[in-house]
């Protein structure tokens, strides 16, 4: 199983999978090549460029629509996103969150925004995201019930939420995972800022959960420049997003009255506008994602010490980034230095967040799986272009 990686010849197939002129090739790069630019040049003919706008209603119910969703609203970034979304979910000061220590730092940094602490659990190396059996085992071993809440026994603090993380675009068991934190009644927010397009049992990744979040950001499938969204079925959840997104403004004719500590997290027009000419590409992209990522899977079978990442059972992921796991991690920084000068601009796991300063104190289960998979995998270039058709 361990078997011995050859550098040169692992880079020469995965630069074959490409197509010829495609090298140097970028981790992600958006593609506007549809209706994008008379979609904006349209947005600022009309003079609506902020959040007043006709394209952001359209882009959320849109959104809403893909996601399969009752509502959806638009934010100027994921991370603005998710902040709202833990404060509407009612995480609040010197609480406990749930999140994958394997994750991109914003998640982490949303608990923050709330005064909240994360509360890392390990990942399973089938989805890359939180483990359903190890997070019954943590909450078994942690929570204590107390009335309405559920307190961490150690830590003496409140647990608010449960946050998987859609790495790579493979939803996690969101399912099994919502119902082992109903039983302690802790919602589940999903972070499926890298899923939008992804499935699972045929249903959209951002589907499950309270509340779900996605991304726009410039890496990612769909792209408004910066934007971001909150999905969710809730009625009054929804409503009282879209206050304390809009500076938490009562509305009125004239008058400037704002009810409570509100934040200025919209989307402009501008943004929705592109948002929209990206989201009507969304299953082509999608559909040369995937393509890309059985390409990378066929050329791997050829790899001694190399095994392509496949989408999870019961998925059809949006490959968001293809990735590679070395059977063992002592030649992966080689390798990327042997992909980087080959033209392919490939890129490790993210740091696990106890590994990063602000977070090197939170409270945490065993990490082995995450600590694991962080030494050993390998993002790969995934543009959409870079499918050869
Ligand atoms: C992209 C991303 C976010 C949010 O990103 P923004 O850049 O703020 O839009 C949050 N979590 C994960 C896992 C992400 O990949």
Redesign the pocket.
């Known amino acids: 199983m361990s078997s011995e990686i050859d550098i040169a010849a692992a880079v020469r197939t995965l630069a074959s999978v490409l197509p010829e002129k495609a090298l140097p090739a970028a981790l992600h790069e958006p593609e506007f090549t549809g209706a994008e630019k008379k979609m904006v040049a349209d947005c600022l003919d009309s003079g609506w460029v902020s959040y007043a706008g006709p394209q952001v209603k359209a882009f959320e119910a849109e959104l809403a629509h893909v996601c399969g969703r009752k509502h959806c609203i638009a934010t100027v970034?994921?991370?603005?996103a998710?902040h709202a979304a833990l404060m509407v979910a009612g995480v609040e000061r010197d609480d406990e969150v749930i999140i994958p220590a394997l994750?991109?730092v914003?998640?982490a940094n949303a608990v923050a925004y709330c005064g909240a602490v994360p509360y890392l659990v390990d990942s399973s190396s089938d989805t890359l995201g939180i483990d359903p059996d190890k997070l019954a085992v943590v909450l078994k071993g942690i929570a204590q019930k107390n009335g309405r809440h559920v307190r961490n026994r150690k830590t003496g603090r409140r647990i608010a939420a449960v946050v998987p993380?859609h790495?790579f675009g493979h939803p996690t068991e969101d399912v099994r995972l919502a119902q082992i934190a109903a039983e302690y009644g802790i919602p589940l927010l999903v972070?499926a800022?890298?899923s939008l397009g992804s499935l699972r049992d045929d249903k959209p990744a951002a589907s499950f959960g309270d509340l779900a979040?996605l991304?726009?950001?410039g890496n990612?499938i769909v792209t408004t420049g910066?934007?971001?969204s909150i999905v969710t079925d809730n009625d009054t959840i929804a409503e009282r997003l879209r206050h304390i997104t809009t500076t938490a403004k009562k509305p009125h004719k004239w008058a400037f009255i704002h009810d409570e500590l509100g934040y200025n997290y919209r989307i402009p027009n501008l943004n929705a506008a592109l948002g929209l000419a990206q989201l009507a590409r969304l299953d082509d992209f999608v559909a040369r994602k995937r393509k890309l990522a059985v390409a990378y899977h066929h050329a791997c079978q050829a790899l001694p010490g190399v095994t392509f990442v496949d989408e999870p059972a019961n998925t059809q992921s949006n490959y968001w980034l293809n990735a590679i796991a070395l059977h063992r991690g002592d030649k992966r920084d080689a390798l990327l230095e042997a992909l980087d000068t080959a033209g392919l601009k490939a890129r490790p796991l993210w740091e696990l967040m106890h590994r990063l300063p602000m977070f090197a104190d939170a409270p945490r289960a065993s990490l082995s799986v995450a600590e694991d998979l962080q030494t050993r995998i390998v993002c790969l270039p995934s543009s959409p272009k870079l499918a050869t058709p």
């Open positions: 970034s994921g991370t603005s998710l994750t991109f914003a998640t993380v790495v972070d800022t890298e979040v991304s726009f950001n990612k910066g934007g971001g």
